[in-house]
């Protein structure tokens, strides 16, 4: 087994900081998804946090070391889809410093207005995320402020600390499906299953028109794309990270490449057989089980729900079979439920 990325201690460590603001949140054995997949499916839950996302988790402990080590500091600036922009927000807030979010140009109109709710300063620039990361960069620069990127050490130590509850509360897990933005949360997976040494197999989760890196997984190099063009905001990445593909492809077992309505038919699922929100990213993992179900009969699986930050307007489209922004599509119904 590959050397951890951290030890079972420093997750530890972390904890209580992240409990100042995040209880540990639930982890459910759905009975119709198990019908549905002929699984047995535990669901663990980061849409029941704060901003309703896993990603404050990692916000907290970045913004705890920042203002440890650079007490001075007045600002952060950093780039988002939204949910790492409404930990930054979040967790700036609670640090008492200022928070600068640069978004592209029709970001989610709901995750802006949840930033800015959160106290960010909201900036739209760019096409997509990494050209507003690249303009990010030049602004914390020209402010003096700090830049935060989307992938950093402290982001993956504090996101590890679900998979820690998880495991903890499930054992002897078979696979973890895990959705794959810039790769914080499935690194912090590996990282913890590698720390407690256990045998889980880890399923990263792309969309068939956002995966770069499911290209550098099958490539073993970073491979970038020109277009992110998928409605899972928390999936559109044509950059990957370098350190967090290494990670992966050290410690991952495949990566599931998922269509648009693949997507749609999984957000619909977790709406009608758990009364779940879903946003695209959060149900990304149970979209690759569903196309993985007959390999997964039988087996303990656990499924990563991300978030729930969907707009009105996209789940109002997802309801009536449609791709958000797109036309209607033909949903296949895996069993009798």
């Known amino acids: 087994m590959a050397t951890p990325l951290f030890t079972v201690a420093e997750i530890e460590s972390v904890l209580p900081i992240v409990r100042s603001a995040v209880p540990p949140t639930p982890q459910y054995a759905w009975p119709r998804l198990a019908a549905r997949t002929g699984a047995e499916v535990f669901v663990k839950h980061e849409n029941h946090t704060p901003i309703g996302a896993f990603k404050v988790r990692g916000g907290l402990v970045y913004m705890d070391r920042l203002r440890r080590e650079r007490p001075q500091s007045e600002g952060i600036v950093s780039a988002t889809r939204g949910n790492h922009g409404q930990s930054l927000a979040f967790a700036a807030r609670c640090a008492g410093i200022?928070?600068?979010?640069?978004?592209?140009?029709?970001?989610?109109?709901?995750?802006?207005?949840?930033?800015?709710?959160?106290?960010?300063?909201?900036?739209?620039?760019?096409?997509?995320?990494?050209?507003?990361?690249?303009?990010?960069?030049?602004?914390?620069?020209?402010?003096?402020?700090?830049?935060?990127?989307?992938?950093?050490?402290d982001l993956v130590i504090g996101v590890a600390t679900y998979a820690y509850e998880f495991f903890a509360a499930v054992s002897d897990l078979d696979t973890v499906y895990v959705p794959i933005g810039l790769g914080s949360g499935i690194c912090g997976v590996i990282g913890m299953r590698d720390a407690l040494g256990l045998a889980t197999s880890i399923v990263g989760v792309v969309a068939q028109h956002a995966n770069a890196y499911a290209r550098s997984f099958a490539a073993g190099k970073v491979v970038t794309t020109d277009t992110a063009d998928t409605f899972a905001d928390g999936l559109a990445v044509r950059v990957p990270d370098a350190t967090a593909l290494a990670v992966i492809?050290?410690?991952?077992?495949?990566?599931?490449?998922?269509?648009?309505?693949?997507?749609?038919?999984?957000?619909?699922?977790?709406?009608?057989?758990?009364?779940?929100?879903?946003?695209?990213?959060?149900?990304?993992?149970?979209?690759?089980?569903?196309?993985?179900?007959?390999?997964?009969?039988?087996?303990?699986?656990?499924?990563?729900?991300?978030?729930?930050?969907?707009?009105?307007?996209?789940?109002?489209?997802v309801l009536a079979g449609r791709v958000p922004g797109g036309s209607r599509v033909s949903i296949p119904h895996h069993s009798a439920i």
Not at 129 to 149: M, S
Not at 292 to 297: N, T
């Open 249 to 317: 492809r050290g410690g991952a077992d495949r990566i599931v490449e998922v269509t648009e309505s693949e997507l749609v038919e999984a957000i619909g699922i977790y709406f009608t057989d758990t009364h779940t929100l879903a946003e695209g990213a959060g149900a990304a993992p149970l979209a690759a089980l569903l196309k993985e179900r007959a390999s997964m009969r039988g087996r303990r699986v656990g499924l990563i729900m991300s978030g729930q930050n969907i707009d009105r307007a996209a789940m109002r489209d």
């Open 98 to 153: 200022a928070a600068a979010i640069v978004v592209p140009h029709g970001n989610s109109v709901e995750k802006n207005a949840a930033m800015r709710a959160f106290g960010a300063e909201l900036i739209e620039h760019g096409r997509d995320f990494d050209e507003a990361k690249d303009y990010a960069v030049a602004l914390a620069r020209q402010r003096g402020y700090a830049f935060t990127p989307a992938f950093h050490r």
